[in-house]
T-cell receptor, first 113, second 113 residues
Framework: NAGVTQTPKFQVLKTGQSMTLQCAQD?????MSWYRQDPGMGLRLIHY???????DQGEVPNGYNVSRSTTEDFPLRLLSAAPSQTSVYFC????????????FGSGTRLTVV | AQTVTQSQPEMSVQEAETVTLSCTYD???????LFWYKQPPSRQMILVIR??????QNATENRFSVNFQKAAKSFSLKISDSQLGDAAMYFC??????????FGTGTRLTIIP
């Protein structure tokens, strides 16, 4: 039972480069979301999805893009990386209404130089 | 706006003793869920305990229990018989029904041998 799988675990980008963070879950969860974690600020929601084909913005969506073509996968795209996007990124998933909480991936540490 | 406050950035406790981490929040919702997550140095976010707001009985999971006071909007976590493996960042994260968890800024717990 893999849960939520994120790749890569670490990444260094140059300013202006683009990349995709991958996220996959095998629990048939409807809800998937991306958070970023910065020191002293807890986790903040970037984008989320309530089902295949449906996505919406969270608190800090600028500079990021998402799509959800299948229930299992929810990739996060950085369009043109900036140093302000240096952070730890978490993908999470939950069943309807999140009544049992979210299951998190192991995170991706991204550094933009 | 829905906010979450963890007023103790750092706490320490002697091994085998009891420690309480505080969390207060603000919401106009009446039906919601409350969670505590643990983040050890491995970076993985681990669900520790959940509480349903419509239940008056406080949740308990082995050595972890909560003191939930709905009127006061308070949701503290008590860890009994503290162990070295409890050392981590702890995040209070309510789900108010807006498709996301709202995270506090965390409390870093140190266990003194």
């Amino acid at each position: 039972n893999a849960g939520v799988t994120q790749t890569p675990k670490f990444q260094v980008l140059k300013t202006g480069q683009s990349m995709t963070l991958q996220c996959a879950q095998d629990m048939n969860h409807e809800y998937m979301s991306w958070y970023r974690q910065d020191p002293g600020m807890g986790l903040r929601l970037i984008h989320y999805s309530v089902g295949a084909g449906i996505t919406d913005q969270g608190e800090v969506p600028n500079g990021y893009n998402v799509s959800r073509s299948t229930t299992e996968d929810f990739p996060l795209r950085l369009l043109s990386a900036a140093p302000s996007q240096t952070s730890v990124y978490f993908c999470a998933s939950s069943s309807h209404r999140a009544s049992y909480g979210y299951t998190f991936g192991s995170g991706t540490r991204l550094t933009v130089v | 706006a829905q906010t979450v406050t963890q007023s103790q950035p750092e706490m320490s406790v002697q091994e085998a003793e009891t420690v309480t981490l505080s969390c207060t929040y603000d919401t106009s919702e009446s039906d919601y869920y409350l969670f505590w997550y643990k983040q050890p140095p491995s970076r993985q976010m681990i669900l520790v305990i959940r509480q349903e707001a419509y239940k008056q009985q406080n949740a308990t999971e082995n050595r972890f229990s909560v003191n939930f006071q709905k009127a006061a909007k308070s949701f503290s976590l008590k860890i009994s018989d503290s162990q070295l493996g409890d050392a981590a960042m702890y995040f209070c994260a309510p789900y108010f029904g807006n498709e996301k968890l709202t995270f506090g800024t965390g409390t870093r717990l140190t266990i003194i041998p």
